[in-house]
Each structure stands twice: as C-alpha cells, then as structure tokens.
C-alpha cells in the first residue's frame, strides 16, 4: 500500500474521525478539514446523498486532494422518519437532542428505526463514489450505557439487547451503518492502492 497516499475527511467531529480511522484501519494518512480551513460547512440537502456531496466536493476544493465525507440519520419509523437529515440540527447538544426524541415518543409502542449513513469519495472534479449503509433496530425507554456518541445510549441494534453506548466502539465499529457503507468504501480503496 501506498504510505504517501492521504484522504481528506471532511468533518469537524472527532468522534466521526476516530471511528473512520479505526474501522477503515487503512496504512494511509489522514488529514481533516480542519488542517486547510477552519470552517463548518452547512448542510443544506434534502438527502444525506445531497449533504455528503457537497462537503466532499468543497473538500476537494480547498485540499486539491481525495475527500471522504458521510451524512448519516436516524430515522424512526413512529415520528415519519424524523430526525433524519436533521438529527445532528434536533437540539442544541446530545443530551438535548436524546430527551427531544424521547419525549417525543412516549406514548409510541412501535420503536422501530435504523441508522442510514452516506460517504462520499470525491477523487477529482465532479468523480466522485457514492457508498452506503444502514442499522436497524429500536429505541429505548431511557438512555443506557456511557460509551459512543450522538444516539448510541438510546438505540438498540437487531440481534442485541444492548444499546450502541453499552457495546462499545469494538461492536459498534462492526455492526453499524457507518462501518458497512466503510467496508464497501475500503474493498475500494484498497483496490486503487494495490
């Protein structure tokens, strides 16, 4: 593998990096947005494929090198899918964020939902792939567990009893939708770096 080749990981949330980092556990460098640009970009698409688009190019843009930018949700089947696109945008942290959709979904028996992540692998002007993946499962009752971020302590994945915050990265960074949309993106790469 080629030691010289980076990937642009267009984030500004290091939970996103490290997990990216563990899962992909590529022999490559890493750089994020951050070491070109001190910006966070906004997400203004109607899909997680028009958000993770438009942060890749713009990272192509301003590092002139491959960029790797996901969007990714939770969508609950009881509230139509929401959060969604807008899970990061539901409260003003994940505390908040937590109690909204739990409140939201007191009197709700079904508590079906998954997780949908999208990455995007922009190489050159408008070249881009487009990987994906999704984690189905259930909300909780109450928060469990004080490991991972965003919705892990509520979101329970089919198969499990445990909540994403009470597996810990090890499990999630196997079972969840951002590792299966990874694992197509790495067979990829790693075909291009051979």
């Known amino acids: 593998m080629k030691k010289s080749y980076s990937i642009i990981l267009a984030t500004t949330n290091q939970h996103k990096v490290t997990e ?3 899962i992909l556990g590529l022999d490559i460098e890493y750089q994020t947005l951050s070491d070109y640009i001190n910006i966070s970009i906004k997400e203004a698409g109607r899909t997680l494929l028009e958000n993770s ?8 843009k301003v590092s002139q090198k491959p960029s790797l930018a996901d969007d990714s949700g939770l969508f609950v089947d009881a509230l139509n899918g929401a959060p969604g696109i807008f899970s990061a945008r539901f409260g003003k942290n994940d505390e908040h964020r937590i109690a909204r959709l739990l409140k ?3 009197d709700e028996h079904n508590r079906r939902a998954q997780f949908r992540a999208v990455f995007v692998y922009y190489y050159d002007i408008n ?3 487009v990987f994906d993946g999704k984690c189905i ?3 909780t009752i109450k928060p469990r567990g ?3 971020f965003g919705y892990d302590p509520i979101f329970i994945p089919k ?3 445990k909540t994403f915050a009470e597996l810990g990265p090890k499990v999630k960074n196997r079972i969840s939708h951002r590792a299966k949309a990874l694992k197509k993106f790495k067979k990829y790469i790693e075909r291009l770096l051979l």
């Open 20 to 22: 990216i980092k563990d």
């Open 53 to 60: 688009l438009s942060k890749a190019a713009f990272a192509f």
């Open 104 to 106: 939201e979904m007191t």
């Open 127 to 129: 070249k881009y792939e």
């Open 137 to 139: 499962g259930e909300i």
């Open 146 to 148: 004080a490991q991972g």
């Open 159 to 161: 198969g499990f009893r």
